[in-house]
């Protein structure tokens, strides 16, 4: 419905092919690793989903102009992630890295199984480069944000 799963599938697959030798190591001192990237993925829909539980439960409705979020994916435009979004070494393994991507998405399953679209339509919050955004097309950049990283991560796992 929001594309999310068909993108999550498009990253394991992709992550399925890596040793967790090769997911810790950097391109550079000041770039991110595989695990790093994983880990902001993860911290990401996390935040979104909670964020969305918040904004539906204690703000009034303010409908948004809908944004072009699938530009997400072109990588020649940066947006540093917020200090608690930054990866902190969290992960160590791709099983765990698995396992916790697995867990936040069960979490934004429950909530868009709880929510109709015309309600998360109906709410917004802030986004960095999109101005607001509707709880609805939160979900779905959470799937362009992913492929955002998966070049990323193919990107590393060519240069290490």
């Known amino acids: 419905m929001y594309g999310i799963e068909e993108k999550r599938g498009e990253l394991l697959s992709f992550i ?25 993925l993860y911290l990401i829909e996390k935040s979104v989903t909670s ?11 303010h409908t948004v102009k809908e944004k072009p979020i699938e530009r997400t994916v072109n990588r020649e435009y940066k947006v540093e992630a917020p200090e608690a979004l930054q990866p902190k070494g969290q992960f160590s ?25 015309e309600t998360l339509e109906k709410y917004s919050f802030p986004h960095p480069a999109f101005s607001n955004l ?3 097309q939160w979900i779905e950049f959470i799937g362009w944000h992913e492929l955002r990283h998966l070049e990323q991560i193919k990107e590393i796992s060519r240069s290490v």
Do not use: Y
Request: glycine residues 2%; charged residues 35%; hydrophobic residues 30%.
């Open 134 to 136: 509707n709880t609805a």
């Open 51 to 61: 964020q969305i539980n918040r904004t539906i439960e204690k703000t009034e409705p």
């Open 93 to 117: 393994d791709l099983s765990e890295a698995r396992a916790s991507l697995k867990e936040s998405r069960e979490a934004l399953q429950t909530l868009i199984t709880n929510k109709d679209r």
């Open 16 to 40: 399925d092919g890596l040793t967790n030798e090769k997911a810790v190591q950097k391109p550079a001192p000041d770039k991110w690793s595989i695990f790093e990237v994983l880990e902001h």
